[in-house]
């Protein structure tokens, strides 16, 4: 069993008549000791063959060459499987409707079957995900992972297929998604990596995905707990009103719970490896009278219904408006983080509306948050759409021409944060 | 172990109880007994069937069958009625005011529907939120299709006094805040009585009036 800590940064202290709590915890997985690499892994790489993919020639190449990379990070016991996705979903290797267990030999005959790999055909990419649900079915009680590389759109189903297929996939595996050029739509994407757990980016270059591939694998391979639930319990008549993951990335679970009982409800966090997130809660509970002190919620790390870690929220009534005035920075710093990811996804948004206006006064908030908060990582995305005149004010210009690749990248990364700096 | 919090649970956590998570102190000397609580179904019992289709005193939403918890507001049945609503609050849009101010760049609208606000907290504050930051919205939040630029984020705040009233303090906002047809703004450190009918003026048009229902 993996080793979880769970720390919570809050201002416990509220008003009189308060009644909102907010705290951010932080979860780390693997604390104190490297997690037991177990080999009960199982990993399915799955390549868009639409024939898209032959233009321009070096896609398919680049993707026969990073499946080779990735091939080459699947530990020896590990399950894998290979799934080429057209208009259907086509089992490559090992073929015949179960996994290959990864040894010197299966790895090679994997590699030979990929460097076969041809494109011609649509793309639907529920059928895709369906087969490795299968897949992975066949083998059961490891931690299932995927990588889904796609070129274009999903022609050839309806958004409702997908949400089927994704409503039936939740919980089963988790997927990371990559596009490579700029014909694919980032929120496709982004639907499948949110419903699963996974990572969505930008491949701009076919000849970047191998490194992408192994950095990949490398963190699936890494994983070593799955169906980690974050478990939450608050008191009569208290409502949960945030339940955000808020680093490394955004990603918003307040609708994803399942009820426990009454008062507990249980939010899916996937599969850990030695990492560390940080959510955002938000409770709203009865005011009480000053002085009282009463437990918000409890927050606790759940496998398999085995409580790996506890954290607890406390609201406490004062009437000392220092006390209660002050908001924690950890809290501030990730609803700036949160405004940021928003503003970027508005912005571009009006942009791409042609309101000028509005995409402007977007961006250049974004960039002022970005800025004050040290993202850099997103202040140089931005830099790739505005000219920035002055960050601190966050004054900006729209630049006339943006490739699609900047913008697609700026799109798909503007959920990644940064974790809040030192105390000044 | 089972404890018993100040309001009378039963909790297996010493610390914090159980059900409505409250402190409980640490027990001096031996622990009391455990107090046993009413079984849902004998609170039921108790109850006329006529009763379970009663309006949920919180949002007026229907009670289906004989559910603890309002499946609107997440109400809790069985805790005791919340204190009725006594003062109410009101926001309109006011051209007086509007002309008198003659704020720069900003039109009256054309059309702006009244917005009933129950006054039910201890502190309600008024303001306009932002998308996006509904962790920090006012109680009284005039963001809408038609907005007033001229209120701020977190403008002012109506606390409540003994007799159940509400006085008025503004929370250091941009334009500042009013009251009926005295242009003296009210202060940030006092708050400033209000009686049934009060207007508060914030904003460029914006005018709120408090009523004793």
Known sequence: MSSFTAEVYQNEYLPAGGSEVNA??????????????????????????????????????????????????????????????????????????????????????????????????????????????????????????AILLTDGENLHETPEQLDAVLAA???????????????????????????????VDIIPDPTGMAADFRSMMETAMGKATQNVSLRVWTPQDARTGLVRQVAPTIEDLTDRGTQVDERVTDYPTGTWGRE???YHLCVHVPARSVGEEMLAARVSLVENNEVLSRGLIRAIWTDDEQLSTHISREVAHYTGQ????????????ARKAGDQATATFKLGRAVRLASESGND????????????????????????????????????RSTKTVRVGPAP | MTVVCPEGHASADPEYCDQCGLRIPAAAGPPQPTQVLPALEDADTDASPAAWRQPCPVCQAGRSGEDRYCEACGHDFLAPPPVACAWEAVAGADRAQFIRRAPDGITFPAAFAEKRFPLDGTRVRIGRSRAGQDDQRPEIDLAGAVEDPGISRLHAILERREDGSYALRDLG???????????APVSAE??????????????AWTTITVRRL
């Open chain 1, 377 to 412: 990582g997103t202040l140089r995305l931005l830099q790739t759409v505005v000219d920035i005149d002055d960050p601190e004010t966050g004054t900006v210009r729209l630049r006339r021409e943006v490739a699609d690749v900047d913008e697609m990248a700026l799109d798909s």
């Open chain 1, 24 to 145: 951010i915890v932080t979860v780390t997985s693997g604390a104190g000791g490297e997690p037991a690499k177990r080999p009960d892994a199982a990993e399915i790489l799955i390549v868009d063959t639409s024939g898209s993919m032959e233009v321009p020639r070096g896609k398919i190449k680049a993707a026969r060459e990073a499946i080779a990379v990735a091939i080459d990070c699947v530990r020896d016991g590990v399950a894998f499987g290979l799934i080429a996705g057209t208009d259907k979903a086509r089992e490559v290797y090992p073929s015949g409707g179960a996994m290959a267990i990864a040894d010197d030999h299966t790895r090679q005959e994997a590699k030979r079957v990929a460097e076969k790999l041809r494109a011609q055909g649509g793309t639907a990419m529920g059928s895709w995900l369906t087969l490795a649900g299968a897949l992975f079915d066949t083998a059961p009680g490891r931690v299932c992972h």
């Open chain 1, 276 to 278: 560390s997130r940080d």
């Open chain 2, 173 to 183: 906002s941009t334009n500042g805040t009013t009251v009926n047809d005295d242009p």
């Open chain 1, 338 to 349: 949160a405004e940021l990811a928003q503003c970027i996804q508005e912005g571009l948004w």
């Open chain 1, 169 to 199: 996939c939740e919980g089963r595996f988790q997927c990371d998604c990559r596009g490579v050029g700029a014909d694919w739509q980032v929120s496709e994407l982004k639907r499948i990596a949110s419903a699963l757990l996974g990572t």
């Open chain 2, 190 to 203: 006092t708050a400033t009585p209000l009686a049934d009918g009060d207007r508060i003026r914030i904003g």
